[in-house]
Structure formats: C-alpha cells, structure tokens
C-alpha cells in the first residue's frame, strides 16, 4: 500500500478507521467495513479476540489476520480466487496479541445468493439462459471444491453468503475464517458436497 496516512491511522486506532467507512458486516467476533483510500476502496477486516485466554494462545501462535493472508496466499497459489491482503495489523499488550485486522483490496460485485436471487426474479432471462447461468456456477463451485481438498482444507461454513460473484460470472471465496486443514477423507467429501449443494 503506498497510503501512508491511512496505514498510520490503522496501526493508530483501527476501530475509529472501521468506523468512518461503511460497514459490510459486524458481529462479536468481527467487523468489516469498506473504507476510501488514496490507493482506492479497501476493506478492513478486524478479527476480535473474544477472551483474555485467545490472546494468551495467539501469543504462542501468530495472529487471526496473520493466519487469514497465510491461507489467502495459499489459495491464491493454487488458483484459487480470494482477495489476498495488502496489508495486517495486531494489537499488542504487553507480548499478547490483541485485536488484529487484514486489509484488501475492495472487489465489486455481488454475494452468490444475491446473485441467484437476481437471475431467479429477472423476466428477461429466457430458461435456457437460466438453465445456463446456473450450470456454469455449479461447475465453478465443484472446481473450487476439488482445489481446497487437492491442498488439503475443508470449509466449515459453506453458504451462499461466503462467495463473491463478480460481472464476468467468476466466483471468489470471501470467509477464509472457517478454512481448516484436515486429512479426514470424510470432512473432505462433505466439503466438497456442501460447494456442490449450493446451486439448487
């Protein structure tokens, strides 16, 4: 990032920067806005650390938003589309890790159920066009099954609300939160069943 004033307010204070953008999603676990920079949207992703006994575990591992760009780079290494941070930030009190938040790029486009629902509600799609559009997403969804488990993850929260489809029809995996690694043959298969499941 060449934005120098926005990655000091981020180090600076991260929640004040969450908040003057406009919020995507916000839960007890975290908060996500899409904040104006001299680079461009971007969005900022907090992670919060629910407890004093997560820090303590983090201080012996690395931060979520570390972990998140690692499996971003990862994904994005077996072709995987994922926005891939430019940036991470951690709190740090007294050698704890605290909050910690990734940053990337914003990418326009729209959430696969919303995606559905559009061609689902749209006249003017002929049902050959529909029988199309859907069978090109239920194929980019089975692909993007196969890639987890060829490197061995499996998602744990597969829905329609964790994909990104942008105006070419390509499909992006947005929750990398819920990616685990796993050698069980049966996580791997019900994964891949979940992406395939997705399309009715």
Request: glycine share 4%; hydrophobic share 40%; with cysteine.
């Given at each position: ?7 000091s307010n981020l180090q600076a ?54 972990i998140y760009t690692k499996r ?23 050698g704890l890790i605290g909050n ?101």
């Open positions: 990032m060449r934005d120098s004033h926005f990655q204070n991260v929640e004040s920067v969450l908040a003057q953008g406009t919020t995507l999603q916000r839960s007890e676990w975290r908060w996500i806005s899409k904040v104006e920079t001299a680079d461009g949207p971007m969005v900022v992703k907090m992670f919060v650390e629910r407890c004093w006994r997560h820090s303590i575990k983090r201080k012996f591992l690395c931060s979520r938003a570390t971003a780079r990862q994904l994005a290494a077996a072709g995987i589309p994922t926005p891939v941070p430019v940036a991470t930030v951690a709190e740090n009190f007294a910690s938040c990734v940053v990337y790029r914003y990418a326009s486009g729209q959430t696969l159920r919303m995606y559905l629902q559009s061609i689902a509600d749209d006249e003017n799609v002929l049902p050959e066009q529909r029988y199309h559009k859907m069978a090109e997403i239920r194929e980019q969804l089975a692909s993007l099954g196969e890639r987890l488990a060829r490197i061995g993850l499996a998602h744990t929260d597969v829905h329609q609300g964790n994909f990104l489809v942008d105006q070419n029809q390509s499909i992006s995996l947005l929750d990398l939160d819920s990616l685990r690694p796993t050698r069980k043959r049966y996580r791997l298969f019900r994964s891949r069943l979940q992406f395939q499941q997705l399309v009715p």
